[in-house]
């Protein structure tokens, strides 16, 4: 496998550079600011991977060699044995998530300095390599002599941002919502300010349901937000009295209940009320995320809570990210609608509904500060 870095005054130059040096089969592995030590090769870096088949297949074939020791070395000899066995199996999965990729690579590799710009654009604001990939291959398409192809862009982010807003649906009442997701994710907030917006201000009857009985004085919390805003709480235990509490207050307009936080090990804990929620096709669930996730982390706490079902997905902490990436490839890998974004703690200000046209416009922000700051 060989690695190059690649300086010029933006990465579109960059990325033109090595696809004329190194060919199509080249992988970008990352793009970022050039360090001063490097700045007066150019502004911006790009460092590209390439690994030919026959190196793939060789280094993934390759066996340690056996160790030879003497007694007065054998600890020494151990060690050094373990750490180039390491080694080499690092460099061997290495070479083969290259050799994976340059299929992909060699097939839809930006062919025009503007694709190459809008393919690091897409990567530096988050959007998966494959998923980045399927974009321009549409845009080849949409724009195939480069003309309109901001629009075009914009056409096929929001193609894949589907979203829905629609609180609870548009069926007889109570409209159910409930929201589940992993620790500090902000779904107590969250439920509080959908309180205000479509209860409240919306002159709905509303319920709060607090299913949180494991951190300490969290349903104190919501009982708080309850009396402030003159709105009905209950705290439950099991869900038979979730069931219970649904059946009592079945004349009101809309019901929220918050869940209880769970990490990847004790999801375990929340299959009872998983199993319920999901079991009610008029529970509308929505999966709360943060937004500041690492995009591998996000698909994983995506897929473990699938116990829950969710039909949404709500993205929270927006204020704490620039990179809005992860959540289109969430909407694009599960085809689940986003619902509402939220990015901050104002009550209910910092709280929107979903859009295509501000999910495109929150990733082609940054594209467009990035491209600013390399030119300025």
């Known amino acids: 496998m060989r690695l190059k870095s690649y ?7 960059a990325l033109e550079m090595a696809r004329r040096e190194m060919g199509p089969e080249a992988l970008l592995v990352h793009s970022r600011k050039a360090p001063p030590e490097a700045r007066h090769l150019g502004d911006w ?7 030919s088949p026959e190196a793939a297949a060789e280094g993934s074939s390759a066996t340690p060699a056996p160790a030879t020791s003497t007694p007065s070395s054998q600890g020494d000899g151990t060690q050094l044995s373990s750490e180039l066995a390491a080694m080499r199996a690092q460099m061997q999965r ?7 990729s340059n299929a992909l690579a060699a097939t839809h590799y930006p062919s025009s300095p503007e694709l190459a710009e809008v393919f690091a ?4 604001s988050g959007v998966a390599a494959e ?3 399927d974009i321009l291959n549409h845009l080849r398409s949409a724009a195939p002599d480069g003309k309109c192809l901001p629009r075009a862009l914009a056409t ?3 193609r894949r941002a589907t979203c829905n807003a629609q609180l609870g649906g548009s069926g007889p009442r109570p409209r159910i919502v409930a929201l589940a997701g992993p620790c500090g994710c902000g779904k107590t907030s969250t439920l509080v300010k959908l309180a205000v917006r479509y209860g409240i201000s919306a002159r709905r009857p509303t319920q709060l349901l607090c299913m949180d009985n494991y951190r300490v004085a969290s349903a104190e919390q919501l009982r708080s937000y309850a009396a402030i805003l003159g709105l009905g709480f209950q705290a439950l235990d099991t869900t038979r009295a979730l069931a219970q509490a649904l059946e009592e207050h079945s004349r009101k307009d809309l019901i929220l209940i ?22 009610r096709p008029d529970i509308e669930t929505h999966l709360v995320l943060s937004a500041s996730m690492k995009s591998a982390d996000l698909s994983r706490v995506v897929d473990r809570f699938e116990i829950f079902r969710p039909q949404r997905l709500l993205f929270t902490k927006l204020d704490e990210t620039e990179s809005f990436g992860p959540i289109l490839n969430e909407a694009a890998r599960t085809g689940k609608p986003l619902s509402f974004l939220a990015a901050g703690q104002r009550v209910p200000e910092d709280l929107e509904p979903a859009t295509p046209e501000r999910i495109v416009n929150l990733i082609l922000e940054r594209g467009a500060r990035l491209a600013v700051a390399a030119t300025a």
């Open 121 to 124: 654009s897409l990567i530096d």
């Open 45 to 51: 870096e790009v460092v590209m991977a390439l690994a």
């Open 156 to 158: 096929e982010i929001a």
């Open 94 to 100: 290495m070479a083969a998530a290259v050799s994976r």
């Open 258 to 279: 918050d869940t209880p936080g769970h990490g990847f090990n004790d999801l375990a804990e929340a299959a009872d009320l998983a199993r319920y929620l999901a079991g």
């Open 7 to 13: 300086f010029a005054v933006n990465v579109a130059a």
């Open 131 to 133: 998923l980045a990939h």
